[in-house]
Every structure is written in structure tokens, then in C-alpha cells.
């Protein structure tokens, strides 16, 4: 399984960002997908997951209301919207695919199977 992760470059505060990760070698319609972000010298933190039919949602409290995650699985892509970005919001954004386990383990990154390789998001102030 390989996880593209791509739309991440330099945007102004107050500025708005799409990140997309599509899979491949795999079919994702049936499982959760996450995004999560990593700064320098932090821990990787949990952004936003989405269900496999995309009922259900969860962001983080730091996000909330300004992110929004969705999946078109027919392209075997998940999305995330950015908008009202800050400078706090700088980091390596990746995506997650969680095969295994349930929804309630959707913010512990420990319980997803495969990552793609990131994309560096900079908000400067």
C-alpha cells in the first residue's frame, strides 16, 4: 500500500490549504483514514479522521471548525480542507490508513497500518 500525500507549500495566516492522499495498491473503501501532523521537535498529534462511508467525522479541538476531512472512495483519495490556517498549524501533515482496528482508536497513531510520506505545510505570520 503506498499513500500519496500532496497540496502541502507556504500560505499566509488566514489563508486556506486542500491536502489530498490518495492510496494505492489497496482499496480504502472500507477503512478509517486520518490525518495527523508532526512540527519540529513535537510528537505527531491527531488532525482528523473520517469513517469508511464517511458518516462519521472527528477533528481535533485545535482545528475544529476551521479543518474538514472527506473521501471520495470511488478515487481512493481523502481530503483535507484548511481554512482560517496560523502559523500553529506548521508541520508535516500525513495521512493514516487504519485497517484493524475500530473508530474509537481514531486519534492513536499507533493503531494505523500504513502512512504515506507527508507534506510540509508553513503558515507564515
Known amino acids: 500500500v503506498q499513500l500519496q500525500a500532496s497540496g502541502g507549500g507556504l500560505v499566509q495566516a488566514g489563508g486556506f490549504m486542500r491536502l489530498s492522499c490518495v492510496a494505492s495498491g489497496r482499496t480504502i473503501t472500507r477503512d478509517l483514514m486520518g490525518w495527523f501532523r508532526q512540527a519540529p521537535g513535537k510528537e505527531r498529534e491527531f488532525v482528523a479522521a473520517i469513517t469508511w462511508s464517511g458518516e462519521s467525522t472527528y477533528y481535533a479541538d485545535s482545528v475544529k471548525g476551521r479543518f474538514t476531512v472527506s473521501r471520495d472512495n470511488a478515487k481512493n483519495t481523502v481530503y483535507l480542507q484548511m481554512n482560517s490556517l496560523k502559523p500553529g498549524d506548521t508541520a508535516v501533515y500525513y495521512c493514516?490508513?487504519?485497517?484493524?482496528?475500530?473508530?474509537?482508536?481514531?486519534?492513536?497513531?499507533?493503531?494505523?497500518?500504513?502512512w504515506g510520506q507527508g507534506t510540509l505545510v508553513t503558515v507564515s505570520s
Open positions: 493514516g490508513d487504519m485497517v484493524g482496528w475500530g473508530p474509537h482508536y481514531y486519534n492513536d497513531y499507533k493503531k494505523y497500518d500504513y
